[in-house]
C-alpha cells in the first residue's frame, strides 16, 4: 500500500519552462511533507518543505501548493535549469510504532534539456 | 552543512556471507534511520534507532538484519547472512530530534551488491 503518491514518474523540459510535479497521500494524520531532491548517484537533501497550517511555501524558483481538502500538493520549479535534473521526492511523516519516520513517495525523475 | 559519513561506499559479498555497513551520524544528532533504495526507486524505510534501541522496524527487515550502535562508535546495519535480494543501496540518515520538521540528513549510501 502506496501512502504517498508521485506523478508523473518521469518527466522532461525545456530550460526556462515551469516544471509541476505532483504528490498525493491517504492518511489524514499527515501534517508534514518535506520535499527532498536526489542528483544521481547522489543523497537525497531537504529541498522545501511544508505544513499542515500553510497553503503555499515558496522558496526561490521552487514552490509547494498544498491542496488539504483533495490531499495532493504540487511543487513549480519555475524557469526550469540544467542543474534541476534529478529525483524529487514528496515526504511525509508517519507516527505510526514508537517511532517518527519518513515515509517518501516513488519519486520523479525529472530532466531538464537546454 | 552536516555530514553523514557512510562507510564503504560500494560493497560486493557473496550470498550468503555476513556484512556490515557502517554510518557516522553527524555529531550530537539522537535518532538514526536506515533507508533501503533500489536502482533509484523510493527510499524505502528499514529502521530508526534512538538511545541505543530499535524505535521502530518495517517488514523489510527481515530476521538476517541487526543494528547497533555502541558508544562512540559507528552506528552499524548487519545483514547475516545476505540474500540476493538485499542488493540495493543502503541510506543512513540521522536527525537532532524526533519531530519530523527537523531535517533529515542522508549520508551518500553503501551500494551492496549481493552475487
Known amino acids: 500500500q502506496q501512502q504517498v503518491r508521485q506523478s508523473p514518474q518521469s518527466l522532461t523540459v525545456w530550460e526556462g519552462e515551469t516544471t509541476i510535479l505532483n504528490c498525493s497521500y491517504e492518511?489524514?494524520?499527515?501534517?508534514?511533507f518535506p520535499w527532498y531532491r536526489q542528483f544521481p548517484g547522489k543523497s537525497p537533501a531537504l529541498l522545501i518543505a511544508i505544513s499542515l497550517v500553510s497553503n503555499k511555501k515558496e522558496d526561490g524558483r521552487f514552490t509547494i501548493f498544498f491542496n488539504k481538502r483533495e490531499k495532493k500538493l504540487s511543487l513549480h520549479i519555475t524557469d526550469s535549469q540544467p542543474g534541476d535534473s534529478a529525483t524529487y521526492f514528496c515526504?511525509?511523516?508517519?507516527?505510526?510504532?514508537?517511532?517518527?519516520?519518513?515515509?517518501f513517495g516513488t519519486g520523479t525523475l525529472l530532466s531538464v534539456k537546454p | 552543512g552536516p555530514k553523514v559519513l557512510q562507510i564503504p561506499s560500494h560493497q560486493i559479498i557473496d550470498m550468503g556471507q555476513m556484512v556490515t555497513l557502517n554510518c557516522d551520524p553527524v555529531s550530537n544528532h539522537l535518532y538514526f534511520y536506515w533507508y533501503k533504495q533500489i536502482l533509484g526507486q523510493q527510499m524505502e524505510f528499514l529502521v530508526n534507532f534512538y538511545n541505543g534501541k530499535v524505535m521502530e522496524k518495517s517488514k523489510l527487515f527481515k530476521d538476517q538484519f541487526s543494528v547497533e550502535r555502541p558508544d562512540g562508535s559507528y552506528f552499524t546495519l548487519k545483514i547475516q547472512p545476505t540474500a540476493l535480494e538485499d542488493s540495493a543501496v543502503y541510506f543512513c540518515a540521522s536527525r537532532s530530534q524526533g519531530a519530523p520538521q527537523n531535517t533529515l540528513y542522508f549520508g551518500a549510501g553503501t551500494r551492496l551488491s549481493v552475487l
Open positions: 492518511d489524514s494524520t499527515f501534517d508534514y
Open positions: 515526504a511525509a511523516p508517519n507516527y505510526g510504532g514508537s517511532g517518527n519516520k519518513l515515509i
